[in-house]
């Protein structure tokens, strides 16, 4: 990057939050990515305000610089590496919370992860009822920009249904608010649809592309003090997908619901359940890992005797083992997710949801794309929201043998064509997606369209947005 440009910048944030030395790049050119080549960028700036935001990306438009927000650096689809002779802005030092307690919200700067704002908010008896496995590396500011999908989402959705408003940097450095914040006169957060189209919902799962997010409001709930856990075993997938269903319609209060088929569910307890203390049972076929909470105790006991008659309505069986839901909801899932890292295994992931009533045609194609490509990999996922079901299959890989990457990066590419023929969908549209989706012209061509209109220069992420 040319020195008058570096100089530039450094007059809006200090020389000591802008770097373009080798070894503080290389911090920058990763993520928890397992699969995506690191790219170095030129410089990194780490702006303490949203107006130092602005004027760096003022500078960055000017001169035509592709930008990488950058957050905590969790990100797993490769979709925070940076590009080459780029510019990462990273926004850990946006540090600010304010609580909004009678509006039932909070905003927080765009550096606050998700386990600094849970620890701040259980001294007042709140949380956010979502919770990735990321949480104390992730900030909400990334996971609105991934749309992500967490703990808790069972009863309220991916982050996107929580979200009440949004402080952002556009590409040309203007800064917008959205939702009822809009209104400089607003007590504060506590209405997202507010002055016409939903504005919020344009950056929600954006990647980074459209402008930087610099504060998220969102909704905080009592605390739910109360919660139980209990496992459901089926031995046909028809029966445990319906019973998925029934405890959404029944309006059962499960923050966290996971299906397991029991050949999946075995691979990774062998791993890692001594350690979590799940004791060893001999699995059904299908397995569902379920936590209920509730504020009150009186509903949670009357959730949990619901959920158990159901299943047996359906010709299924409560297991009983509570250690397994007990550990994924204590421990947020880390110790399965980690399966892979423990093992120092490689893996390509592919993010998407279905409908749970069609839980098995995920479980379908990735059997086959392993099956057909000769690949090791696992799948897990979990209930997120009103009717549908996250996924997230991972195809592993030996970092040192080049040729079996090259298979699992052709099985990923094959498995996203799969999914899409299944009706499955991607809460961010990663960039490999392009070549999955077809029959969708239109709205291809309206993302554009948006991207050329907010950042005619092309500057912020480009191509990551489903090679946009
Ligand atoms: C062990 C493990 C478990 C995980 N579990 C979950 C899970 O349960 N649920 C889940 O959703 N994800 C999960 N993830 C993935 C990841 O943690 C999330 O996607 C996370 O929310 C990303 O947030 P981040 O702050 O790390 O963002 P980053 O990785 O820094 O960025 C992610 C994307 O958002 C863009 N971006 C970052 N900050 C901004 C900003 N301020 N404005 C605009 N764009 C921005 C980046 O350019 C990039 O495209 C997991 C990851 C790991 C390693």
């Given at each position: 990057m040319d020195k008058k440009i570096v100089t530039e910048l450094s007059k809006v944030?200090?020389?000591?939050?802008i770097s373009t030395k080798k070894d503080v790049l290389i911090a920058y050119s990763t993520s928890a990515s397992m699969s995506y080549e690191n790219v170095i960028p030129d410089a990194v700036v780490r702006p303490g305000t949203t107006e130092e935001v602005s004027r760096v990306l003022k500078i960055a438009n000017k001169y035509k610089i592709p930008v990488t927000p950058r957050c905590?650096?969790?990100?797993?689809?490769?979709?925070?590496i940076p590009h080459s002779n780029s510019l990462v802005i990273e926004l850990m030092r946006l540090e600010d919370i304010v609580l909004y307690k009678d509006l039932r919200s909070v905003t927080v700067g765009a550096g606050v992860t998700f386990g600094k704002l849970d620890k701040y908010l259980n001294k007042h008896d709140l949380w956010i009822p979502f919770y990735p496995g990321s949480a104390l590396a992730a900030t909400l500011a990334g996971n609105v920009a991934v749309n992500g999908a967490g703990f808790g989402s069972g009863v309220y959705g991916c982050i996107a249904e929580l979200v009440m408003g949004l402080e952002v940097v556009l590409p040309d450095g203007t800064i917008i608010q959205t939702g009822?914040?809009?209104?400089?006169?607003?007590?504060?957060?506590?209405?997202?649809?507010?002055?016409?189209?939903?504005?919020?919902g344009l950056f929600i799962g954006s990647l980074g592309s459209f402008g930087i997010i610099t504060k998220v409001s969102i909704k905080t709930h009592k605390r739910m003090r109360h919660i139980d856990y209990n496992t459901y075993g089926f031995n046909e997938v028809e029966k445990a997908e319906r019973f998925l269903l029934k405890l959404k319609e029944n309006d059962i209060n499960a923050v966290w619901v996971a299906l397991y088929e029991g050949r999946v569910l075995e691979f990774f307890l062998e791993m890692v359940g001594e350690e979590y203390g799940v004791p060893q049972h001999d699995w059904p076929t299908f397995t569902v890992s379920v936590a209920i909470g509730h504020v009150r105790k009186d509903q949670l006991q009357s959730d949990m005797k619901m959920a158990g008659s159901i299943c047996e309505q359906l010709?299924?069986?409560?297991?009983?083992?509570?250690e397994l839901p007990k550990a994924e909801w204590e421990d947020r899932m880390r110790e399965l997710a980690r399966s892979s890292y423990v093992h120092g295994w490689h893996w390509r992931i592919l993010y998407h949801h279905q409908p749970p009533i069609s839980w098995h045609k995920s479980m379908d194609a990735i059997w086959s794309v392993m099956d057909e490509y000769g690949v090791l990999g696992h799948t897990a996922g979990f209930l997120s929201g009103h009717g549908s079901y996250n996924w997230y299959p991972q195809i592993y890989f030996d970092p040192q043998d080049k040729n079996e990457e090259e298979r699992v990066k052709e099985a990923h590419r094959e498995l996203a064509r799969r999914l899409f023929k299944t009706g499955a969908v991607p809460f961010k549209l990663a960039e490999y997606w392009k070549d999955a989706i077809e029959g969708m012209d239109d709205y291809m061509a309206f993302l554009k369209l948006i991207k050329k209109t907010i950042d005619p220069n092309n500057i912020?992420?480009?191509?990551v947005l489903g090679g946009i």
């Open positions: 944030v200090g020389k000591e939050y905590g650096g969790s990100s797993l689809q490769g979709e925070v009822s914040e809009a209104n400089p006169n607003s007590p504060g957060p506590f209405l997202r649809y507010a002055f016409g189209p939903d504005l919020t010709g299924g069986y409560v297991i009983g083992v509570k912020m992420n480009p191509g």
